[in-house]
């Protein structure tokens, strides 16, 4: 299994999804570490780590980057963007103010009861 070339759409041994190509960086990473006995491959928890690294590098963050998110939050700034967003904010909550995030929440909301 050559997973540093996936030239021939390998798929994951845990989980089967087939890797992106060429490999991120993260992915090729923690294989490396696998290899070297860094991380063992045999726990349920390394396993479940590295299906976490492979499925976020070729879903979720492609999707982000659609959707326009920040690849990097600053949590030290956070605080007083939330502050200044205020306003904004309690609009939305008291249905002043359109939010597909609030509509999406309150129809799962109602899903899970």
Not at 4 to 10: A, H, M, Y
Not at 72 to 98: A, C, T
């Amino acid at each position: 299994l050559n997973l540093e070339e996936n030239q021939n759409n390998e798929k994951c041994l845990y989980c089967d999804e087939i890797f992106s190509n060429p490999l991120p960086l993260k992915v090729l990473k923690y294989l490396h570490d696998i290899k070297t006995g860094e991380v063992s491959a045999n726990t349920a928890v390394e396993q479940i780590e590295f299906c976490r690294i492979h499925h976020g590098e070729k879903e979720i963050i492609p999707y982000g980057i659609k959707k326009k998110y920040p690849l990097d939050i600053d949590f030290i700034n956070l605080p007083n963007r939330i502050l200044n967003m205020k306003s904004e904010i309690l609009k939305v909550i008291r249905g002043q103010k359109y939010s597909e995030y609030c509509v999406n929440a309150i129809k799962k909301i109602q899903e899970i009861g």
